[in-house]
């Protein structure tokens, strides 16, 4: 998966890394988003995890203590998990002290800053060590000014949250870079940031700059430049509607890729809303995006099949493909449809 | 126009008041927002204003200093004018000082927050007086959860930004208590916290929590209880209608009013971006804000008429009226539009 490596345009010596990740005490795969995209898409920069008792997931590379994980050339330990409110609870506190006390800087992406927790702050500042929050945006992001940039973007939706938008972008940025074009990825969350090394967190900004941070995030570039923008949230979600229609509107893409889970019916966490269908996507996208790029299209689907038997999937994407005119692709998968799918993008 | 209080659910003691507004050296009107919004819905509030050299907008309020001021009884020096990008210009700073030592307590609306400033922070420290920013969201607010609540609520929309969004929904609660409704303004921006004395800053808030601000904003009330809900942006504001849909997908609304400004032809700040039609903005905003309530409806138009002659003004509002099959009404205006236009909503 990594033989290729993933085209950023800031190298991610930023952060201190190789990493090792830690996963809390943690007992549902869903929240360890984080540690399972840097395994997949950054596996260089990961030399080990680290767990509390009780944790029943596991991103399957070695188990290292914070002292081993040193010794082996770690810098930073990774907070790889989410939690319901982004909150780090306070019996994790002392496990991250420890790994400030055995020489790693700590690197954290939650709502809930680490530089906000006093002891941590305390050993860091006494050990000279860093606390790193990638979910705090850059000051100074000034308020979106709608004005049209060179070069060519494309950007990720959704029919819902977590359910591939990172994942199809890296992919489309990767396949780009290997088809000769020039090519960024784009980070808009927290893990997009950790593998790639740069990015802006968007659902860290204050509303009135969020557009504006989009623009930032894809500046202007030479004509035949691909920026792929890592999406966030979903047009059809209660709580992050405005969250994508300013990374819509900020990022003015000129081709859109809309990612569904088939098989997902109901919105993650919202069982009162149903998931949209994917033409609704493309349709309300196409409106929404019109107004700050007027030659906006909808390059193809990309399906995360991951729950389906091989067949099953193939079957299913090719019959939507049929029914919808586009390209469906599982980008996990690749092959043929994944291939057509890049096609498109790059029509 | 302030026969009938303003009914709003928090009296404005969370405030330091009587104000003495200040002006600044602005020479543009349309930055005195603040204070001409101060001055028509909150009279009895503003004893004077001030301003400095060179200034060419007044509100037509008595001239006085801060220490005349003070003296006339009032509490806090309110800064009445927004600047471009929202900061404090380094020379007001000395006058802010001043108006700290005649005894007034500062409060400001504004984007860069008083008590960031460092001299305001000592003299005010030293003083024991008391630096409001009322642009600081509450701590704590909660992602959206799409849950409906009890209570009947109406927000106002509008075509572009500053064209009568908040004049519309503080002239709607006042008619609505006027005809024995129950109703609260909910204030979203700076003036109508002033105003109001209670409300969230909306486009201050993290844009993932920015629907759940719009939810904590209006709760679950009485069945026949109106929240009027100040609207924020436009659905097709290049920078904030991510904003804008934050706060229709939060505010759930049953009922919405369209708000515009016939002659408008050009966003306010972005020439490029063409006034959307309003039928547009009906549709739109019909379609987004389906997903948090399938009852919404749009029960007319509200017209910013201010630069036509009456004669005019009328002879339009009746044609769209008929177009559109809506009633449409100049809120400034009254008269039996606006009657018709309160009919709407409230049927």
Redesign the interface.
């Known amino acids: 998966m990594t033989d290729t490596p993933l085209p950023v345009a800031t190298p991610a010596t930023a952060l201190p890394q190789p990493y090792l990740l830690f996963l809390g005490d943690i007992t549902e795969p869903a929240y360890a988003k984080t540690a399972f995209g840097l395994r997949d898409w950054a596996p260089e920069r990961c030399l080990g995890e680290f767990v509390l008792p009780g944790a029943r997931v596991s991103t399957g590379l070695p188990l290292l203590t914070p002292v081993q994980a040193k010794a082996a050339g770690a810098r930073a330990m990774v907070i790889g998990v989410a939690t319901p409110g982004g909150r780090i609870p306070p019996d994790w506190v002392p496990t991250l002290c420890e790994a400030l006390e055995a020489g790693l800087d700590l690197v954290g992406g939650m709502?809930a800053r680490l530089a906000a927790i006093a002891p941590l702050r305390e050993v860091a500042a006494r050990l000279g060590r860093r606390l790193v929050d990638v979910r705090e945006p850059p000051a100074g992001l000034p308020?979106?000014?709608?004005?049209r940039r060179a070069g060519k973007r494309l950007l990720t939706l959704g029919t819902d949250c977590a359910l591939g938008k990172k994942y199809t972008a890296l992919k489309l940025a990767r396949a780009f870079a290997e088809r000769g074009h020039a090519a960024d990825f784009r980070a808009t969350g927290q893990t997009g940031i950790l593998i790639s090394g740069a990015g802006i967190p968007?659902?860290?900004?204050?509303?009135?700059f969020?557009?504006?941070a989009a623009e930032v995030l894809s500046p202007d570039a030479a004509p035949g430049h691909w920026d792929v923008i890592e999406g966030q949230g979903s047009l059809?979600h209660?709580?992050?509607?405005?969250?994508?229609?300013?990374?819509l509107?900020g990022s003015q893409p000129d081709v859109i890729v809309v990612c569904h889970e088939p098989g997902r019916t109901r919105m993650l966490g919202?069982p009162?809303?149903e998931i949209p269908a994917v033409e609704e996507v493309i349709d309300?996208a196409i409106?929404?995006g019109r107004?700050?790029n007027p030659g906006i299209r909808c390059a193809g689907l990309s399906f995360n099949t991951g729950a389906l038997p091989a067949e099953e999937a193939r079957r299913l994407m090719a019959a939507e493909s049929q029914r919808l005119g586009l390209p469906v692709a599982d980008p996990m998968r690749g092959g043929a449809a994944f291939e057509r799918l890049v096609d498109a993008c790059l029509r």
């Open positions: 709502h308020v979106a000014s709608g004005r968007l659902d860290g900004v204050v509303a009135d969020a557009a504006g059809f209660p709580a992050y509607a405005g969250v994508t229609l300013a990374l509107h919202y009162d809303f309300l409106r929404l107004r700050t």
